[in-house]
Nanobody, 126 residues
Framework: QVQLVESGGGLVQAGGSLTLSCAAS????????MAWFRQAPGKEREFVAA????????YYADSVKGRFTISRDNAKNTVYLQMNSLKPEDTAVYYC???????????????????WGQGTQVTVSS
């Protein structure tokens, strides 16, 4: 069973940047696609970005395309989310995810993601 621990969240002004990290243990996540999701208060958890095992193929939600970059370091079993030009509507708890686990979310063409971290809060002030 995999354990995912997110870090790097915080409070930032609109237009600022943050980099989130997701450290994995218990399973070599280099064998699996990884993804970031987010959930704002009162809203459903939504897909943000995904990355294939080799890191060469990525996919983004339209709302973050051109502003966010997902990357991975398989040697460190870590996935990152670089967030630039942040907007107040990016405020949410951000979750790292990989294969397996209950209550998965399906990303078309990428499969199900159901193993979640505890999340890290990102707050963007206007």
């Amino acid at each position: 069973q995999v354990q995912l621990v997110e870090s790097g969240g915080g409070l930032v002004q609109a237009g600022g940047s943050l980099t989130l990290s997701c450290a994995a243990s218990g399973r070599f996540v280099s064998n699996y696609a990884m993804a970031w999701f987010r959930q704002a208060p009162g809203k459903e958890r939504e897909f943000v970005a995904a990355i294939r095992t080799n890191g060469l193929s990525t996919y983004y939600a339209d709302s973050v395309k051109g502003r966010f970059t997902i990357s991975r370091d398989n040697a460190k079993n870590t996935v990152y989310l670089q967030m630039n030009s942040l907007k107040p509507e990016d405020t949410a708890v951000y979750y790292c995810a990989t294969r397996g686990g209950p209550a998965p979310r399906t990303v078309p063409g990428w499969g199900d993601f159901g193993s979640w971290g505890q999340g890290t809060q990102v707050t963007v002030s206007s």
